[in-house]
C-alpha cells in the first residue's frame, strides 16, 4: 500500500524551561553582536564580499523586545507539533517556537538524521535574546540568530506541487518589515525533504536583506562541501582566508579537531552545485543542497577546549552528545547583507535527505564521492525542476490554519493596503499589542493605557514616528515618539520629547530610564546613574503595594505574557508564579530596571546608592543567577572581597549569558589570580596570555 504525504498535529512533550515574559525596557543601546570585524579586514577581501559586510548593519533591535525572562528550571511539558510524513522520512516541526524543525527521521533507517535537543532549554544567543540548540532554524533579519527564535509563526496547509499537502510557515519579521514564507513538503516516496523559501520586499525602497537556514547535527562527524579554502571567524573580530580541509596542522572538517569555537564559510566556486553534508564514521548522515540563489555554505564548531565543552553542556542536559552545525545562506558570509529592491522578491528551494557517502580519506575525494552520490540520489536538475514546479504555487492561499503568529503583520498590512498573496496577515490576528497602534492609525490618537504598568511596544517605522508626531501630545505619546525618534537617528529630538513628557507625566521612570541611557550614550556617566537612580526609586513607588513590601516579598508573577507553546505556568526566570499576569509585568520591570541601575551606579563608583537598589529588589530577583554576579559585584566595590568570593563559591548560573560574553571571567580575575572554575568557563576564545 502507498503512504501518500500527510500533516498531522502532534504534542511533544519533553523537559522544558519556560520563557517567561519579555523585557519591557525598549532596547535603545546599539546592538551587541559578536559577528564583528574590524574594518582593515575588509581590504584583502572580494570587493563584492566587502562591500556586503558594510550594507545595511543592523544597529538597534526596535521594535523588537529583548526576551530575557527564561530561567533554567526545566519540568515536563507539552509542546504543540506539526507533522509532515511519507513512507520515508518524518519532519517535526515547532510552529510555536520559529518554526524550527525539530526531527526529521529516516524511517527505512530509523535513524535521526538532526541533532535532535531533548530538552527545551532558552539561552541568549538570538538577536533578542532567548534560543535554544537543535533541529533546522531559518534565521532572517540580520547577522546572529532571529528574533523569531522562539515566537510563534502562522502555519497552513497548502496544495504541494505534486497534488498532495504543504505545509506552510510565515509571518512578519520585524528588524526589517519584511514578510517571509517556508513550504515544506515530502514528495510522495522521496527521501528528501523539500523547503521552498520566499522573502518579499513590499516597500518602495531597497531593503538589506538575511537569510541562514542553521542545521544542527551531531559533532562526531566530517562536514563535506565542494570547497578548498573557507574565511574563518573565531570571535575574535578577524575573518581570515583559510586552506581546506587542513590548517595549522588539524584538519578542521571534524569538528572536534578545532580547540575553540569558530565559523567557517566554504568558499564554493561558481558555477558547483551547492551542498554541504555531515557524515558519521559508516558514512551515514545527512546531506542539504539548495538552488544556486542560497549561495553560502558554513561550518560552525564549539570546539573542544573548556568553553566550548561548558557551553555544550549548557545548552541541553547531562549526557547528551554535543553538535556542531552545517547552515546555507544567502551570501559567502554571515557577517554581509545582501540589497533587496524595491516591491521585489528572492525564492530558491532547500532539500533535506540522507546521505550515505564514506566521509574518511583525501578530501578531494571524499568530496567527490558524496557529490557523485548525491547526484545519484537527488539529481542537480530535479532540484531546479521542484523549484520551478514550486514557484507558481508560492501565491496559493493557505487553507485549513494549523497555528497563528503574532498579529504585526496584520497590523502593516491594515496600515499600508499591500496585498500578499499566499501570506495572508488576517486582521482577526490583531491582539492587545497592537490595539493601540490600530487606534492611532483610525483616530490620529494613541490611547492612554487602559491599566497601570510598564508601556507597551513602541513602533519606530517613519510612518508610524509620523503619526506620533501629529498626535496629541500627551506624557504617554512623547514616550513612544522619543523612542522612535531615537531609532531614527534624531537623538536630539528624542531627548526633548522625553523631556517634555517628563514634565507632564505622573508615572515618570519609562521617561527617566530613557534619559538615563541618553546620558550614558553622551558618555555622562554620572548623570545618567543620577537617572536611574531616580527611575528605581519612582517604579518602587509605583508598584501595586507599599514601598516597603518591595525586598524580601515576592512580586507576584503569572502567566506567559505572550503566545508561547509551553502548556502549564511553571516557573518565571526561576521564582514562584501566581495567576496574576500584571504582577509578572512588574517583576519584569523591577528586574530589568534593577539591573541597568546597578550596572550604572557601580561604573560611577555610587556602592551605596547601588545598594539602596539592591536592597529594594525583590527576594526571588536576587536570587537570580545575573543577580547573583551583580552581588558579588557589589560586595567587592564595597571592599568585602572574601565575601564577594563566596558568591562564587556558593555557586549561581546566569540564565541569559551572552554568547560571547566575559563578565564572570572578568569579574573573577578581579577577585585573585587563581583559574577560572570550570562552570563559569563559557570563553569562545583563546584565553589571553
Given at each position: 500500500m502507498v503512504i501518500v504525504?500527510?500533516?498531522?498535529?502532534?504534542?511533544?512533550?519533553?523537559?522544558?524551561?519556560?520563557?517567561?515574559?519579555?523585557?519591557?525596557?525598549?532596547?535603545?543601546?546599539?546592538?551587541?553582536?559578536?559577528?564583528?570585524?574590524?574594518?582593515?579586514?575588509?581590504?584583502?577581501?572580494p570587493r563584492d564580499m566587502a562591500r556586503q559586510l558594510g550594507h545595511g548593519p543592523l544597529h538597534s533591535l526596535l521594535p523588537v523586545r529583548i526576551r530575557d525572562g527564561y530561567g533554567r528550571t526545566r519540568r515536563p511539558r507539552n509542546l504543540d507539533a506539526l507533522v509532515i510524513e511519507n513512507d520515508r522520512l518524518r519532519a517535526t516541526v515547532l510552529p510555536g517556537l520559529g518554526g524550527r524543525i525539530a526531527s526529521l527521521v529516516h524511517l527505512p533507517t530509523g535513524r535521526e538524521l538532526l541533532y535532535r535537543n531533548p530538552v527545551f532549554q532558552p539561552a541568549n544567543f538570538a538577536l533578542n535574546g532567548a534560543?535554544?540548540?537543535?533541529?533546522?532554524?531559518?534565521?532572517?533579519?540580520?547577522?546572529?540568530?532571529?528574533?523569531?527564535?522562539?515566537?510563534?509563526?502562522?502555519?497552513?496547509?497548502?496544495?504541494?506541487?505534486?497534488?498532495?499537502?504543504?505545509?506552510?510557515?510565515?509571518?512578519?519579521?520585524?528588524?526589517?518589515d519584511l514578510p517571509f514564507q517556508v513550504d515544506l513538503w515530502l514528495p510522495d516516496g522521496s527521501d528528501f525533504l523539500y523547503a521552498g523559501v520566499r522573502i518579499r520586499n513590499p516597500h518602495e525602497r531597497p531593503v538589506p536583506t538575511y537569510w541562514w537556514s542553521?542545521?544542527?547535527?551531531?559533532?562526531?562527524?566530517?562536514?563535506?562541501?565542494?570547497?578548498?579554502?573557507?574565511?574563518?571567524?573565531?570571535?575574535?573580530?578577524?575573518?581570515?582566508?583559510?586552506?581546506?580541509?587542513?590548517?595549522?596542522?588539524?584538519?578542521?572538517?571534524?569538528?572536534?579537531?578545532?580547540?575553540?569555537?569558530?565559523?567557517?564559510?566554504?568558499?564554493?566556486?561558481?558555477?558547483?552545485?551547492?551542498?554541504?553534508?555531515?557524515?558519521?564514521?559508516?558514512g551515514h548522515g545527512l546531506v542539504q543542497t539548495s538552488t544556486d540563489v542560497l549561495r553560502g555554505r558554513k561550518l560552525f564548531v564549539w570546539g573542544s577546549g573548556a568553553g566550548g565543552r561548558r557551553w555544550q553542556e549548557w545548552l541541553t542536559e547531562p549526557?547528551?552528545?554535543?553538535?556542531?552545525?552545517?547552515?546555507?545562506?544567502?551570501?559567502?558570509?554571515?557577517?554581509?547583507?545582501?540589497?533587496?529592491?524595491?516591491?521585489?522578491?528572492?525564492?530558491?528551494?532547500?532539500?533535506?535527505?540522507?546521505?550515505?557517502?564514506?566521509?574518511?580519506?583525501?578530501?578531494?575525494?571524499?568530496?567527490?564521492?558524496?557529490?557523485?552520490?548525491?547526484?545519484?540520489?537527488?539529481?542537480?536538475?530535479?532540484?531546479?525542476?521542484?523549484?520551478?514546479?514550486?514557484?507558481?504555487?508560492?501565491?496559493?492561499?493557505?487553507?485549513?490554519?494549523?497555528?497563528?503568529?503574532?498579529?504585526?503583520?496584520?497590523?502593516?498590512?491594515?496600515?499600508?493596503?499591500?496585498?500578499?498573496?499566499?501570506?495572508?496577515?488576517?486582521?482577526?490576528?490583531?491582539?492587545?499589542?497592537?490595539?493601540?497602534?490600530?487606534?492611532?492609525?483610525?483616530?490620529?490618537?494613541?490611547?492612554?493605557?487602559?491599566?497601570?504598568?510598564?508601556?507597551?511596544?513602541?513602533?519606530?517605522?517613519?510612518?508610524?514616528?509620523?503619526?506620533?508626531?501629529?498626535?496629541r501630545a500627551t506624557p504617554h505619546t512623547e514616550y513612544h515618539l522619543g523612542v522612535a525618534q531615537w531609532h531614527g537617528g534624531d537623538r536630539a529630538q528624542a531627548v526633548r520629547s522625553w523631556e517634555r513628557g517628563?514634565?507632564?507625566?505622573?508615572?515618570?521612570?519609562?521617561?527617566?530610564?530613557c534619559l538615563a541611557v541618553a546620558e550614558q550614550e553622551t558618555g555622562h556617566h554620572e548623570r545618567a546613574a543620577e537617572r536611574y537612580a531616580d527611575a528605581f526609586d519612582d517604579l518602587c513607588r509605583a508598584l501595586p503595594r507599599r514601598p516597603d513590601d518591595v525586598g524580601d516579598t515576592p512580586v507576584t508573577a503569572g502567566g506567559d505574557g505572550h503566545d508561547i507553546p509551553l502548556t502549564d505556568a511553571g516557573d518565571v526566570g526561576d521564582t514562584p508564579v501566581t495567576d496574576d499576569g500584571e504582577g509578572e509585568a512588574w517583576t519584569a520591570a523591577v528586574a530589568a530596571l534593577g539591573r541597568e541601575a546597578l550596572d550604572a551606579l557601580l561604573r560611577v563608583r555610587h556602592t551605596a546608592r547601588a545598594r539602596a537598589v539592591w536592597d529594594r529588589l525583590p527576594g526571588t530577583v536576587r536570587q537570580r543567577g545575573r543577580f547573583r554576579l551583580f552581588e558579588a559585584e557589589l560586595l567587592l566595590a564595597e571592599g568585602r572581597a572574601a565575601r564577594a568570593r563566596a558568591v562564587f563559591d556558593e555557586g549561581f548560573e546566569v540564565a541569559d549569558l551572552r554568547e560571547g560574553a566575559d563578565v564572570i571571567d572578568r569579574l573573577w580575575a578581579r577577585l585573585g589570580d587563581g583559574p577560572l572554575p570550570a562552570r563559569y568557563d563559557f570563553r569562545m576564545h583563546p584565553a589571553p596570555a
Open positions: 504525504t500527510r500533516i498531522r498535529r502532534e504534542v511533544l512533550a519533553l523537559s522544558a524551561a519556560r520563557l517567561g515574559p519579555d523585557n519591557p525596557l525598549p532596547p535603545l543601546r546599539p546592538l551587541d553582536e559578536v559577528h564583528r570585524i574590524d574594518d582593515r579586514e575588509r581590504e584583502e577581501m534560543w535554544y540548540s537543535g533541529g533546522i532554524e531559518w534565521n532572517i533579519g540580520a547577522t546572529g540568530h532571529t528574533t523569531l527564535s522562539c515566537a510563534p509563526l502562522h502555519a497552513a496547509r497548502v496544495p504541494a506541487p505534486d497534488g498532495g499537502e504543504m505545509l506552510r510557515l510565515w509571518e512578519w519579521e520585524r528588524l526589517r542553521n542545521i544542527a547535527v551531531p559533532e562526531d562527524r566530517r562536514v563535506l562541501a565542494p570547497a578548498e579554502e573557507a574565511w574563518h571567524f573565531g570571535y575574535e573580530r578577524r575573518l581570515r582566508r583559510v586552506p581546506v580541509p587542513s590548517y595549522e596542522g588539524l584538519d578542521r572538517t571534524y569538528p572536534l579537531n578545532s580547540p575553540h569555537a569558530a565559523d567557517y564559510f566554504y568558499e564554493v566556486p561558481d558555477g558547483r552545485r551547492r551542498w554541504i553534508a555531515a557524515a558519521d564514521a559508516d549526557g547528551t552528545g554535543g553538535y556542531c552545525e552545517i547552515q546555507a545562506g544567502l551570501a559567502r558570509t554571515q557577517l554581509e547583507h545582501v540589497r533587496l529592491e524595491a516591491e521585489s522578491e528572492v525564492s530558491w528551494l532547500e532539500a533535506y535527505g540522507p546521505l550515505d557517502a564514506p566521509p574518511g580519506g583525501p578530501w578531494a575525494r571524499a568530496v567527490q564521492e558524496a557529490e557523485e552520490r548525491l547526484e545519484a540520489a537527488l539529481p542537480r536538475a530535479r532540484v531546479e525542476e521542484a523549484y520551478a514546479a514550486w514557484r507558481p504555487g508560492a501565491d496559493t492561499g493557505p487553507g485549513e490554519i494549523l497555528a497563528v503568529g503574532s498579529g504585526w503583520g496584520a497590523l502593516e498590512v491594515l496600515c499600508n493596503g499591500w496585498k500578499l498573496p499566499g501570506t495572508p496577515f488576517a486582521e482577526s490576528t490583531l491582539g492587545e499589542a497592537q490595539e493601540p497602534w490600530r487606534d492611532l492609525l483610525r483616530t490620529g490618537s494613541l490611547p492612554e493605557p487602559r491599566r497601570a504598568g510598564p508601556p507597551g511596544d513602541t513602533l519606530v517605522a517613519p510612518h508610524w514616528r509620523d503619526m506620533l508626531e501629529t498626535a517628563l514634565a507632564r507625566t505622573s508615572s515618570p521612570w519609562p521617561l527617566l530610564r
